[in-house]
């Protein structure tokens, strides 16, 4: 498997774990170090890895969690780091995100979320392998 389709599937693994609210594979997809951020829609910067998960725990444990699939992405590696960029749809509405990786003995780990309103769909509308 070259570098970029890791960071894809780690990308996959990201959206998975979201879309089937599994919490377990959330906190194995984030890296456990100083400095993990995440901004969702709408929402201030989070900033340590505490902060991000409670944040994914309380947007899935709500009343109308909702229903995400990753559209469209596109990985960038650079050596021990990477970045993704694909489009979220949510329940019928559509954002574009940014997910940041490191390299972490080997596996790729999740640095960074963001995630914003997109001008509508993503010209191609299939999902990352």
Known sequence: MSETEAVLFANEV???AFAARDMK???EIWADIPGVTC???????LIGRVAVLESFRAILEGPNPPAVR???AQ?????ASAYV????????NYLTATNL???VERRWRMVHHHAGPAGGPPQTIEAAP
């Open 85 to 92: 960029l694909c489009h979220e749809e949510l329940n019928g």
């Open 14 to 16: 990201f959206y998975r």
């Open 25 to 27: 594979a959330l906190r």
């Open 101 to 103: 990786f490191i390299r």
């Open 75 to 79: 990985a960038f590696v650079t050596g």
């Open 70 to 72: 990753c559209l469209a």
């Open 39 to 45: 901004t969702h829609p709408g929402w201030n910067p």
